[in-house]
């Protein structure tokens, strides 16, 4: 089975890019910003939320790059980075208090065995609601891209036994195989962060 949410397109990009901010370290940092961004976008497209303070039916790249100086006081760029789950659900729900959005985020650590992780993603998915994905540390070269950083999870597809995830960043989207991704080799992991309706 094969499950993909639909997304947004900036221009020619698809959804947000962290590189377009102005600010240097929320271009370095920015990736927990840039995916919170995304996720309020795409909640006001297709669940009818109003989270994104510009013109939903306009998107553009400028109206994007002020959208994150907004998100930035929440989700700001820091040493260590915002490399909890804790951090970025506290940092994002008081964003979505602050513009009366009803929504709760609750969280699935990258310490739980991979079965419940799978559970969790495919019922998110199948509810039409995107995943923020965390990924530190990873033993396989393949997830090099992914180290540190925060991206969306916005579809799914099961055949085989075989867990393939949609991973969006930097306007891009690459399937990733989540066993693979979920089980990093690392005693310190991120996880995902799940929004839903409330």
């Known amino acids: 089975m094969k499950r ?3 997304h947004f397109y900036i221009g020619h990009s698809y959804g947000g890019n962290q590189e377009w901010f102005s600010d240097l370290f929320m ?3 920015g990736c927990a910003a840039e995916t919170a961004c995304d996720i309020c976008i795409y909640l006001d497209l297709y669940q009818g939320t109003s989270l994104y303070p510009y013109d939903i039916g306009n998107l553009t790249k400028a109206d994007y790059v002020h959208f994150g100086s907004r ?11 915002i490399d909890k789950l804790s951090i970025f659900a506290e940092g994002f729900g008081d964003y979505l208090k602050s513009v009366g ?4 985020l609750s969280t699935v650590e990258g310490t739980e065995i991979y079965e419940l992780a799978k ?3 495919i019922a998110q998915i199948d ?3 995107p995943v923020a994905f965390l990924c530190l540390m990873h033993r396989d070269k393949r997830f090099h891209d992914y180290e540190w950083h925060w991206f969306l999870l916005n579809g799914y597809d099961a055949a ?9 960043t930097y306007s891009a989207y690459e399937w990733l195989d989540f066993e693979a991704l979920w089980n990093t ?6 996880g995902m962060v799940l929004p839903e309706l409330i």
């Not at 085989?160 to 969006?168: E, G, M, P, T």
């Not at 080799?185 to 991120?190: D, I, P, T």
């Open 4 to 6: 993909e949410l639909p």
């Open 27 to 29: 271009r370095l940092g």
């Open 71 to 81: 998100m930035k006081p929440f989700l700001h760029p820091r040493m260590s980075g």
């Open 101 to 104: 959005g009803s929504i709760r």
């Open 119 to 121: 559970q969790a993603l």
């Open 127 to 129: 509810s039409g609601m």
């Open 160 to 168: 085989d036994d075989r867990l393939q995830v949609k991973a969006v």
């Open 185 to 190: 080799g690392y005693a310190n992991r991120g």
